[in-house]
């Protein structure tokens, strides 16, 4: 699953990968949100290094290129950090500009939901690909989890439920420990960890719950 900044070999595809999702997320949703993304675009082709992983420029030149004023510009970067996709590297001060970052990962889970409208061959890419069919055209999946205590028991659970989701989402995660009402999780990355916390927690949350109900809070953490 692709996370890191693309630089290096094949860094060109990734680049246009990474603004097609964008692209894709902002076309499904309100003029509000394409407005913003189709800012964010423009704000990273003209001016984002992405080998520094920095975009260093003042308001009033954001505001010349978005044809914007700069309480605009303000209101939009503040918007773009609540959402995560923008990361301050350094607060402005007199005579600097402030320095921002991408959150790579978390612009590839908030974007997600939206590849399939490009295709399969744009998820395989993304997201991996997925477990080749063996002959007979029957799936196979990992067998379903076993082992004492809450997290195993609560795994073998969404297993049973759908294997499918288990093996791409929930398999990986580690428990960490418990403490009062809430369980802690381990994810592989930062993208597994936002993607679960933003689609499924609701789910997972469900599963640990049957299996404890003192349990009432799930977190999920990720390198």
């Known amino acids: 699953m692709q996370h890191a900044r693309p630089v290096g070999r094949a860094a060109s595809s990734r680049k246009y990968d990474l603004i097609t999702a964008l692209g894709a997320h902002a076309c499904g949703g309100d003029k509000h949100l394409q407005r913003l993304i189709l800012r964010l675009i423009t ?54 500009v402030a320095v921002h970052g991408l959150d790579i990962p978390a612009i590839l889970a908030a974007t997600a939901p939206d590849w399939p409208a490009v295709g399969p061959d744009f998820v395989e890419r993304m997201a991996g690909p997925a477990p080749t069919p063996p002959a007979g055209n029957v799936i196979s999946f990992p067998p379903a ?28 995660l580690a428990e960490v420990g418990q403490a ?20 499924h927690l609701a789910r997972l949350t469900e599963a640990v719950r049957r299996e404890d109900a003192s349990l009432r809070h799930v977190v999920i953490s990720g390198d």
């Open 43 to 96: 704000l990273i082709v003209a001016r984002y290094n992405w080998q520094s992983d920095e975009i260093a420029v003042g308001q009033r030149e954001i505001a010349r290129l978005w044809s914007v004023d700069e309480r605009t510009v303000k209101r939009d970067i503040a918007r773009l950090r609540a959402m995560g996709w923008l990361v301050q590297r350094r607060a402005a001060a007199r005579g600097r």
């Open 145 to 172: 989890p076993t082992g004492d205590g809450v997290w195993p028991r609560a795994l073998a659970r969404l297993h049973a439920e759908d294997p499918a989701l288990c093996a791409a989402w929930f398999r990986q």
């Open 180 to 199: 009062g009402d809430l369980l802690e999780l381990a994810a592989p990355n930062r993208f597994h960890a936002r993607f679960v916390l933003t689609h």
